[in-house]
């Protein structure tokens, strides 16, 4: 049975508290980016669901605390093949063993989150949002699409 680490909640700060992204910030999701393409872009072009119209992108990022005060960037992965939410630790982290899970609180719902293994990467959490991009048709409408997935993520239900 996998391990299962606590359901974490966010402490939201208020909206003019929100801050930007610095350039090292940038630079290290670009990173991530490249390293899921080292990681998995071969072994995707063979899969049925592969869309080659779209590439690897980390998009909308944002600063967010959650609930036991862990720092971490939020925001969108896309890939040729899916779309999921990545958690990227603010400050350097240990990776979580393989079988670790996390359920993570946001404004829209809970959340389960499994360790991303990337070169040059710890730290880094994921959850599988949609798992076939096959019908998108452009990078733009990827774009848009992670953009309005995290916009309905980020805001409470209800």
Known sequence: MPATAPILSPRQPPEDDMQALTAEQYARLQQLARAWERRHLKAAKAEARYNPRLGVDA???QPHA???GREVLIGALITPLSLSLI???VRDEPPAAPETRQRVSLPSGDYPFCPLALEDQPGLWACELLDDLSDVGSLQEGSRLAQQLMERV?????
């Open 154 to 158: 980020m805001t409470a239900s209800g």
């Open 87 to 89: 958690l990227v630790p």
């Open 66 to 68: 959650l609930e036991e």
């Open 59 to 61: 998009l909308c990022f």
